[in-house]
């Protein structure tokens, strides 16, 4: 009864934690700044299965692509969020650290909201943002003309400029003003988030520094740029309940987080007004709505989490690629040119010359696309994602206990050797015979990978065949039998498929399809595909036998604002590159520079102030 816990196929598992150090096992390669190329080491040493040691914990590093599309799925093998691991976000975004859409366990609550913003982004409601998106950008690339190409300019920070505007705006009415501000206020939220990332990067590297913020080094500024950040989101909160309620047809996520919040006020005095009819003992004390202004708080801080660096990160990573990849900027500007939308020399008419880019444009500009995909493969700006087993779990041929910790290394899948021909080379031409609207793929055929039902990699191998031995061995010795039962039946219910497991359902009641952008598409015309995309598609959530590529994740936690997030990349990219010749600047040190200076801080980024540096030549102008 008070045994060791079963620790099943672990000791099967290759990886690091074989010189783990004691007690804090593999914590000091987790600290390093480049912890996302740690991991792609890891994975192409190991194979797509790595047995890993935080602390005293054991947890899986996971970029087989089998074993992915399982992960990622909803049926037998699917793994939720690590909840815990996230807290340090809850507590960025409420003072009580509630949990939110990207920390959540997929509850009523989260299911409820999911659903309810999950319509913000639809394609009806979605493409009315893009001219407010071109607008913008249009502020920007004014405000990039007056810096001059001289004067080198860190792209990164000007890409931030757009994405903070366009979620203000389209999600909550609130302008920013960020495109037209030549200083930034100290207190303003463009460089508060900023700091306040910081501080969740070094609270989930030291957890106990939540505990006592004022006893370690920059604790207490820390919390502070917690608070502030807190503030920026209780005044967009009060703005909502300000406006009462909204319009019909207003689908924004101000309009739909302030129906949730109705909905759950008037669930909770119908439930009071019952209690009181049944003569219940204290039925006068009023119940708890189940969704309160504090989860209502957290949800309108994780958009900003999830859209604002992600997006504007994956933009100045897409310069960067273009600007250091002889002959991708000119194929570009050629396909740029061909659409009317080139700007020209004075001589051939200068900005005059091009027309303005509409929407429908977008969906032509097959050769930018590949770009930001390969871009978003090479540097996926959400390097790591964390999930963890709720009962003994079989991942790929192991069978793992409950409450492992599951890593989902995006830049590991998306750059080992084992999914990926000269995975360090940038190559668009990869994306050029693919659909537009498909950005969950598994790429090992295109690539000439070998697809394997093991993880790849010798060392992975030979522990994959013990563990398949030792299923069959178990399942010799024991009748099978569900995995909570114990460790040998657990092994050999896996190996044999007769294990059963039991899921909770993620889609809202009365949906029909597999994800819930089919609930709020209506069965009309061109919407969202399966994978939330904005370019219409097919595809199908569940039914995947692998995945290589998944800059947005995949399955019932995919980015349900990835929609708004492609619509921000392509319109800034392609109207900043129709307007200028990007140069990467020398003080970078070319590609190698920025290598070198590469940081996992919450999102993909360079360390230190001076971002991604480059000049900007107006093409009016050469």
Known sequence: MYGRKPKYDLDLIPGPWTHALPFIGNLLQFLRPDF??????????????????????????????????????????????????????????????????????????????????????????????????????????????????????????AALRVTLDVIGLSAFGHDYGCTRLQ???????????????????????????????GLVKNGKKGLTSFKDFQRHMQELLGEIK???????????????????????????????????????????????PAIT????????????????????????????????????????????????????????????????????????????????KESMRMYPVVSIMGRTTDKPTRVGPYVVPSGTPVATALFAIHNTIHNWRDPMTFKPERWLDVPLESYVLDMRAKEGIPMSDGPASPMAGEHAVAAKNQHQASSAAAPAGPLESNGNSA??????????????????????????????????????????DLLGGGGGAGRRTGISFMPFSEGPRSCVGQSLAKLEVMTVLAMLLANFRIELSDEMGGR???????????????????????????????
């Open 242 to 288: 300000a406006r009462g309620p909204p319009a019909r047809g207003d689908a924004d996520i101000g309009a739909q987080l302030y129906r949730v919040l109705e909905a759950a006020r008037v669930e909770a005095e119908e439930k009071q007004q019952q209690n009181g009819k049944s003569g219940r003992r204290w039925w006068w004390r009023k119940p708890k």
């Open 491 to 532: 092994a050999a219910a896996a190996a044999n498929g007769t294990g059963t497991t039991t899921r909770m359902r993620t889609t809202p009641s009365g949906s029909s399809g597999s994800d819930e952008y089919d609930d709020v598409n209506g069965g009309g015309g061109g919407g969202v595909d399966a994978d939330g």
């Open 293 to 372: 202004d504090e989860r209502i708080l957290s949800e309108i801080g994780i958009l900003f989490v999830e859209g604002f660096e992600t997006t504007g990160h994956t933009i100045s990573w897409t310069l960067f690629n273009i600007a250091t990849t002889p002959g991708t900027q000119e194929a570009v500007a050629e396909e740029l040119s061909s659409l009317g939308l080139l700007v020209r020399p004075k001589s051939e008419g200068g900005r005059s010359a091009a027309r303005q880019l509409e929407l429908d444009d977008l969906k032509r500009l097959r050769y930018l696309t590949a770009c930001v």
């Open 36 to 157: 996302h190329r740690v991991c792609l080491r890891w994975a192409d040493k190991y194979g797509g299965i790595v047995r890993i040691k935080f602390l005293w914990h054991d947890g899986l590093l996971v970029t087989d692509p089998p074993a992915l599309a399982a992960i990622c799925g909803r049926g037998e093998g699917a793994v939720d969020k690590a909840a815990n691991i996230y807290s340090p976000i809850n507590q960025m975004c409420t003072p009580h650290a509630y949990p939110n859409l990207l920390t959540s366990l997929a509850d009523d609550r989260w299911r409820a909201v999911r659903k309810a913003i999950a319509l913000s982004f639809a394609f009806g409601n979605i493409r009315k943002k893009f001219p407010l998106i071109r607008d913008r950008t249009g502020e920007l690339l004014e405000w990039l003309r007056g810096v001059g190409p001289l004067e080198s300019v860190d792209v990164d920070q």
């Open 592 to 622: 190698e520079g920025v290598r070198q200076r590469e940081s996992t801080h919450l999102t993909l980024q360079t360390r230190g102030t001076r971002g991604i540096r480059m000049h900007l030549h107006p093409r009016d102008q050469e």
């Open 183 to 213: 200083q930034v206020p100290y207190n303003h939220l463009l460089r508060v988030l900023p700091r306040a990332f910081t501080e969740v990067m070094r609270r989930i590297a030291n957890p106990f520094r939540s505990f006592a913020p």
